[in-house]
């Protein structure tokens, strides 16, 4: 084990006067199905966290999310806590045909911290990349956070995973300032 740093960007997006669209009409015809926060779903937000991140980077800089019980404690505190914005909080399930068992495939999670909508995770898994997910599932979260009385919003974001830089730059938002995060990695 040794000690390495993650480079990484505060994001921020302005609310105020965003009218950004989350609407998706042919989400349902390819499978896709969304569904609004509730308890009962913790398990499947955790789910489709462990899929999504497993395998990347983010796993490295974060352990929890390599594992199954660590992305399932982790919807457990982020529910769990006061600052908690239910409207900011999606799941997206999946269906390879009509009758078929759902599977979840995308979630994302927001607080308020600060005054500010704070997304902690979006993640989509690999097999379902490329379909306009997250965007999708972003624009679901600033609503959210928009409804819940919010004008701001941000996030973090690994510099190295540039996919998801200029997914969030083409949303609206600004990279604000770099933070860095110290973690322990094996073979380092």
């Given at each position: 084990?040794?000690?390495?740093?993650?480079?990484?960007?505060?994001?921020e997006m302005n609310l105020r006067d965003w009218s950004g669209s989350w609407d998706a009409p042919d989400m349902a015809?390819?499978?896709?199905?969304?569904?609004?926060?509730?308890?009962?779903?913790?398990?499947?937000?955790?789910?489709?966290?462990?899929?999504?991140?497993?395998?990347?980077?983010?796993?490295?800089?974060?352990?929890?999310?390599?594992?199954r019980d660590g992305c399932l404690r982790l919807m457990r505190e982020i529910t769990s806590r006061a600052a908690f914005?239910?409207?900011?909080?999606?799941?997206?399930?999946?269906?390879?045909?009509?009758?078929?068992?759902?599977?979840?495939?995308?979630?994302?999670?927001?607080?308020?911290?600060?005054?500010?909508?704070?997304?902690?995770?979006?993640?989509?898994?690999?097999?379902?990349?490329g379909n306009g997910l997250g965007r999708m599932l972003m624009m679901r979260s600033a609503a959210g956070f928009k409804?819940?009385?919010?004008?701001?919003?941000?996030?973090?974001?690994?510099?190295?995973?540039?996919?998801?830089?200029?997914?969030?730059?083409?949303?609206?938002?600004?990279?604000?300032?770099?933070?860095?995060?110290?973690?322990?990695?094996?073979?380092?």
């Amino acid at each position: 084990m040794g000690m390495t740093y993650f480079r990484r960007y505060r994001m921020e997006m302005n609310l105020r006067d965003w009218s950004g669209s989350w609407d998706a009409p042919d989400m349902a015809a390819r499978g896709y199905e969304w569904v609004a926060f509730d308890e009962g779903l913790v398990r499947e937000h955790a789910a489709a966290k462990f899929q999504s991140f497993r395998s990347e980077m983010d796993a490295d800089v974060f352990p929890c999310l390599g594992r199954r019980d660590g992305c399932l404690r982790l919807m457990r505190e982020i529910t769990s806590r006061a600052a908690f914005v239910p409207e900011a909080t999606w799941l997206i399930r999946y269906r390879d045909r009509p009758g078929g068992r759902p599977i979840p495939v995308g979630t994302i999670q927001g607080l308020n911290l600060d005054e500010w909508g704070a997304v902690q995770n979006l993640g989509v898994v690999p097999e379902h990349r490329g379909n306009g997910l997250g965007r999708m599932l972003m624009m679901r979260s600033a609503a959210g956070f928009k409804s819940a009385g919010l004008e701001r919003m941000h996030l973090e974001v690994t510099t190295a995973n540039t996919h998801a830089v200029r997914l969030y730059e083409r949303i609206g938002f600004r990279q604000a300032k770099v933070v860095y995060k110290a973690c322990e990695v094996a073979g380092v």
